[in-house]
């Protein structure tokens, strides 16, 4: 338990732990540094039981909200190194805590600060409000809004911010929410050059805020510092404290912390002019005083940091422990440089209190003086007095630096420029060639006699690519090349530089390009390989060092090897390792290796192609052009027709992945290289992906690869093991498509070291056909939650996304009879069917034999038919409607088109599904083909295909059961896929075929009735 007597906010903080936990609570917790800047320590929560709770939201650097949180908490910092020690604290019984807590740098906590919050939805979405207070009778302040801002000077104010509402804007470096509530404002004029404080401290009667901002235009508002809270200030009040500039003016803001957080109080002002006093040169107003041609060296260790930041400091910032120096202009030009440590130079004009910058460096551009610094100071006036500030770039950095000033600015050498790459050249200074004139290179001290401008080669620039064919072999000299090529290189790290190109036409074998041979006296190459797109360059692949082939060659030259497509094109883009490699002559080979491959990047696009022959499609995947030619249907580019949409799903292959490790560059494994880390070898294939591994070491890895998902393909699966946890409540896992995070596994969930687990992602939201990436990336600390190393190790491999198929389906029905086969047309019990056009839209229904033809059979029990005078009982199946052959003896018919009695066929017959265009036939029910009778029952069913050739099965006597004897449906369903052997009550249904019978085009299928049969349920596919 943490205890500070040093502040009461700090003792409210450290409520008794004992305290009975009861209403749950929202937590907004702000963590500032030891210069009270929000702070990007790492940060968990648990429970009083040390279970994890995790933050719902960041709304920030340093600042967190945690929902449903018990009243006591403990509060650990796992920064990557030093870990705090925990804070324990017990939370107010409200609905909403606000904690701040200042960590001091050392390890420790500074401060803790905890009050009440009144309710918000959303404390981080906070819009300007308007609401006068109640009971305010006499309106808000006049100075309420910004643009009334009344002045106010040094000293003691007394002030009112009641019922005032809220104009300004918030914040996110500000308090938690970043808001400041109820405000009123005033303008300052600074009085002095050093450092303003503003203060409430112990002296406003509720929770203020201020916020100071450089300026006063309220439509333009710069922020210079702003305090909700500070540690000694009583109630909940504010100081902060900006360094200014005596005659600047400035905006001060003064409000609450809270909505309706208003009151009275005394605003005290300071302004405390900067050191400087003395004989020292450590400000402006005691500048040493140097003249053009002298030299000085001085220490600035001691130096002071308060000055004007210099604007070229290369990444922003303060220069640190600057000197001043000033000197009277001799001519219109002086040229000044600081050396012997990594210096920033600036040169002003004007007074110490109202200085302009006129000129600064922080590295010479010359690099004669290396980190030192050096500026030509242009259009002096004579006999002026100007100053210069100079000072050291770091921190860390002190020393002597020797200051030098030469008027006027030495003459710049001349040298060779070459204006274009076609050779033109010029002799002209650096600055007029390249910024003048527009050239593209400057070399000091040539000439263009006596060395010429180079020429660049032909194929310089992608859009001049030179076309070659394979087998090629070629030399160029890519001295005066430029570099040209895609911001996100390809398969190197960046680059090639100063390169040129080739373009050549796959044949669907494996090219090989190579600078790996005498030819080449560049001693370190580059080759990347694009699709033939100058635009776009898709990748292909690349090479930075592979010199095995021709042995003995230097292995810093390139090899690339790639499958290309039949007519796609490639451009191939080869030159130097770096900027800085010296250019030449490079040879390149490019051979083909035959064979037939399947591409890792199609540079013409591919889908799946449906290619019909009657009712069934053949996917294959081709080109768009490609499935055109062959009479397919295109299914759009990135389909495919079946199986895992994820490339090289096992990780096996390398390179289809784009991988990464902090600490082991992938975080691909073998258990030969890495062990099985507490679990167990790898799901599939040899190779796996390992996050975490290192005890007190913190990784961060990732695997990703881009890949088109097609719409219904919903569902993302991978195995995963997480055989060791660290125990810290941070290392995570996660899953994420374009970016954005659709799965986490926190440390300690799913932990058994032994057993992989499938887990399931739903993707529908990407599922559109689109190119999308996904991502596996692992972030382990590396320490336990109390700051000892810790090792934890998340797996993952075989990711799977199924195409969702479909592709190439024909359209599926069922005949049963019910209707016509338009599905809408109503059958009735005996409706004759011999005549067309009852049937037509799939096919026409026509009987042969001793029969009357088709017709329709109520077969339901209780039905129309049960009983029934002279009907086969056998028939009574109960399915609806099924169809028979008419029999001749009862073929009355009271009503035109409808037997009285309708029955089937003593001697049977033939029914004749003609089908309108190749059909693949799936089943048909057969009633009533038993044993009981004395004469035959047997069955055959014949599909014709539109070449004559057919497919035959017979359905022998006993294929079904007798009903009325021997009990069971009367019915079996007749498989019309298989020429496997089928089962059937008391004997098997058998097939054969004629060599060549296409299933897919059946254009007839005849159902023969050897006796008293029926048939139901033709299912049928169509395209």
């Known amino acids: 338990m943490l205890g500070f007597a040093t502040a009461p906010q700090a003792q409210r903080a450290a409520t008794t732990i004992s305290q009975q936990t009861t209403l749950k609570t929202r937590l907004e917790l702000t963590v500032l540094d030891e210069n009270d800047v929000h702070s990007n320590a790492g940060v968990f ?25 018990d009243r006591k908490v403990v509060i650990r910092f796992p920064d990557r190194g030093i870990t705090l020690q925990p804070v324990e604290l017990v939370l107010d019984e409200v609905a909403v805590v606000s904690v701040t807590i200042a960590l001091d740098g050392q390890g420790g906590v500074k401060s803790i600060i905890q009050k009440n919050v009144k309710t918000r939805n959303n404390p981080f979405d906070v819009k300007p409000i308007s609401v006068t207070a109640p009971g305010s009778a006499s309106g808000p302040p006049g100075n309420d809004d910004c643009a009334s801002a009344t002045p106010i000077f040094d000293g003691v104010t007394p002030f009112s911010t009641v019922g005032a509402t809220t104009d300004g804007p918030a914040d996110a470096s500000c308090q938690f929410d970043g808001q400041t509530y109820e405000d009123i404002w005033f303008t300052y004029t600074a009085t002095c050059d050093g450092d303003l404080l503003v203060s ?297 530089w100063k390169n040129v190109w080739y373009k050549v036409t796959g044949t669907g074998g494996t090219f090989t390009a190579t600078t790996c041979s005498a030819g080449t006296v560049v001693t370190d190459t580059k080759i990347s390989v694009f699709c033939a797109d100058c635009d776009t360059l898709p990748c292909v692949d690349g090479n930075d060092d592979d010199c095995t082939v021709p042995p003995g060659t230097n292995t810093f030259q390139s090899t690339v090897s790639w499958c290309t497509q039949a007519g796609a094109e490639y451009l191939i883009s080869v030159g130097n390792f770096s900027d800085f490699t010296t250019p030449g002559v490079i040879e390149l080979t490019v051979t083909d290796g035959g064979g037939s491959c399947t591409p890792d990047v199609f540079c013409i696009p591919v889908g799946a192609c449906c290619i019909f022959d009657g009712a069934c499609g053949t996917c294959v995947e081709l080109t768009e052009a490609e499935c055109m030619a062959a009479g397919g249907v295109y299914n759009g580019d990135g389909t495919v027709c079946s199986g895992n949409l994820v490339a090289d799903p096992s990780f096996e292959d390398g390179g289809i992945w784009s991988e990464g490790s902090t600490n082991f560059g992938v975080p691909t494994c073998t ?46 699966t991978f195995w995963y093991q997480h055989p060791v946890a660290s125990g810290n409540g941070v290392d995570i896992m996660n899953v994420l498509v374009d970016g954005g995070v659709v799965a986490s596994f926190p440390e300690g969930v799913l932990l058994d070291p032994l057993t992989w687990t499938q887990i399931s992602v739903n993707i529908a939201a990407f599922a559109d056909g689109g190119s999308h990436t996904i991502r596996f990336e692992g972030d382990t600390n590396g320490f336990d939650g109390i700051g000892a190393p810790a090792v934890c190790n998340f797996f993952v491999d075989l990711v799977e996304i199924e195409s969702a198929g479909g592709l190439c389906d024909p359209t599926c029905v069922t005949v049963d009879f019910s209707t016509e086969d338009d599905f809408s047309t109503v059958l009735a019990d005996g409706q004759d069917l011999s005549t067309p056009p009852e049937f037509g839209n799939l096919f026409d229904l026509s009987g042969a034999g001793a029969n009357e033809g088709p017709a329709i059979f109520d077969s339901s029990a209780g039905g129309p038919n049960d009983p029934g005078a002279g009907v086969d009982l056998d028939l009574i199946v109960d399915q609806g409607n099924i169809l028979i052959l008419q029999d ?35 089943s048909i029910d057969l009633i009533d083909v038993d044993n009981v009778q004395p004469d035959s029952q047997t069955a055959t069913v014949t599909l014709t295909d539109g070449n004559g050739l057919q497919r035959v099965y017979s359905a022998p006597d006993g294929f079904t059961e007798d009903i009325t004897t021997q009990g069971g449906t009367g019915v079996r369903t007749l498989d019309l896929t298989t020429l496997a052997a089928q089962a059937g009550f008391a004997a098997s249904a058998t097939a054969t075929e004629d060599a060549g019978f296409n299933p897919c085009n059946v254009v007839t299928l005849e159902v023969n009735l050897a006796g008293s049969s029926a048939v139901d349920n033709l299912s049928i596919c169509t395209q």
């Open 888 to 922: 001749s003896n009862s073929d009355f018919q009271s009503v035109a088109g409808f037997f009285d009695v309708p029955n089937d066929a003593k001697f049977g017959g033939s029914l004749i599904f003609s089908f309108n265009q190749g059909t693949l036939c799936e």
């Open 200 to 496: 409430t401290c112990g002296t406003a009667a509720y929770d203020t805020d201020l916020v100071v901002y450089d300026g006063t235009d309220c439509g333009a508002l710069s922020l210079l510092a702003c305090n909700d809270d500070t540690t000694g200030c009583a109630g909940f009040t504010s100081e902060v404290e900006v360094p200014v500039v005596a005659g600047n003016d400035y905006l001060i803001r003064v409000g609450g912390f809270d909505v309706d957080d208003e009151g009275t109080g005394d605003l005290t002002i300071t302004c405390t002019p900067s050191g400087g006093g003395g004989d020292d040169n450590f400000e402006c107003d005691t500048a040493a005083p140097i003249a053009c041609g002298d030299s000085v060296t001085q220490n600035n260790d001691g130096a002071t940091d308060n000055d004007p930041v210099i604007s070229c400091r290369v990444g922003g910032g303060d220069t640190s422990a600057t000197l001043w120096f000033k000197f009277v202009a001799t001519d219109t030009e002086a040229f000044i440089t600081s050396e012997g440590i990594d210096t920033v130079l600036a040169v002003y004009d004007g007074d110490c209190g109202s200085l302009t910058e006129i000129a600064c460096n922080d590295d010479d551009p010359s690099g004669d003086l290396g980190l030192g610094s050096a500026v030509c100071v242009e259009g002096l006036t004579v006999d002026n007095t100007y100053y210069i500030q100079v000072g050291s770039w770091s921190t860390t950095t002190r020393g002597d630096i020797t200051l030098s000033i030469t008027c006027p600015c030495p003459a710049p050498p001349v040298g060779r420029c070459c204006l274009d790459l076609d050779g033109t050249c010029v002799e002209t200074t650096e600055d007029d060639c390249l910024n003048v004139m527009g050239g593209e290179s400057w070399d000091e001290g040539l000439n263009c006699t006596d060395d010429p401008c180079p020429v660049a080669p032909d194929n310089n620039l992608c859009e001049d690519a030179e076309m070659i064919a394979v087998p090629f072999t070629g030399t160029f000299d890519n001295t005066a090349a430029t570099t040209d090529g895609p911001a996100v290189p390809c398969g190197v790290a960046s680059g090639p």
């Open 45 to 69: 929560v648990t429970d009083a039981q040390a279970v994890e709770i995790q933050a719902a939201s960041q709304q920030g650097v340093g600042k967190y909200l945690f929902e449903d949180v």
């Open 671 to 716: 258990v030969g290289l890495c062990g099985t880390g507490g679990g167990t070898p790898p799901f599939d294939g040899d190779v796996w992906v390992w996050f975490g591994g290192i005890s007190g070491v913190p990784e961060f890895g990732f695997v990703e690869q881009t890949l088109s998902i097609p719409m219904g393909s919903d569902t993302m």
